[in-house]
């Protein structure tokens, strides 16, 4: 059985989203992250930078990064509702989609929030978050300039593991709420998510403020 290792408010949401989607069994070991759990050699040898997620597998193996995740979990479950399979044309999309949310916004929130992180001069911080601030809103112009031409899911018509990855980085912005005002398709598409079963009871756990309820309607 799967062990998920997440806290709330963490990219553990995307990963457990998936799994209740996939209907799998697993368990969840909620990381102690105030208690300095995150800085044990145990929670290292899961995670070398004491980050979460990581999934853990009966064998006692195990494997990080939230993307990675959700793309193993899927591919292994091959559920062709939630990734294209490899011989899928919409594949390509798929995995474009997943890749430029982990690897171009994720990062950006990261330098948004701990800007300190980016800048060995402390008078240098302010500016790394206002430019990470401005990134962040140039990325999600690429994601909503996308959905308007071709939504209402990342991959036109169909609803995929991306989307959920998607909500769950909406729920990073300062206000949630007024990031789906600003931007009428991912709002649209965050509800969506919100609105299947499985990804309502990862965020519930999760505690996150969706903003969805508070955004005006678009
Ligand atoms: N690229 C990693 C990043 C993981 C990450 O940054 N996790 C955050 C929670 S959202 C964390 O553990 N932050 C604690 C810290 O930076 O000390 C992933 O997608 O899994």
Known sequence: MYQLYWHPNASSLAPMAVLEELGVEFDLHQVNYDGGETRTPEYQSLQPLGLI??????DGSSMFESAAIVLFLCDRHRQPELAPSLEDPERPRYVQW???????????????????????????????????????????????????????WLLGDRFSSCDIYLQMLTTWHESPRDLLE????IHQLARGVVARDGCRRAIQRHNFDTGIESAAAS
């Not at 997620?53 to 009966?58: G, T």
């Not at 600003?182 to 398709?185: G, L």
């Open 182 to 185: 600003s931007f009428p398709a």
């Open 98 to 152: 997943l890749f430029f949310m982990a690897d171009t916004i994720y990062p950006s929130y990261n330098r948004y929030y701990r800007s300190e992180r980016y800048t060995a001069n402390p008078e240098g911080v302010p500016g790394v978050k206002e430019q990470a601030r401005s990134n962040i809103l140039a990325h999600w112009q690429v994601i909503e300039d996308s959905l308007q031409r071709n939504g209402p």
């Open 53 to 58: 997620p990581a999934l853990k597998f009966e």
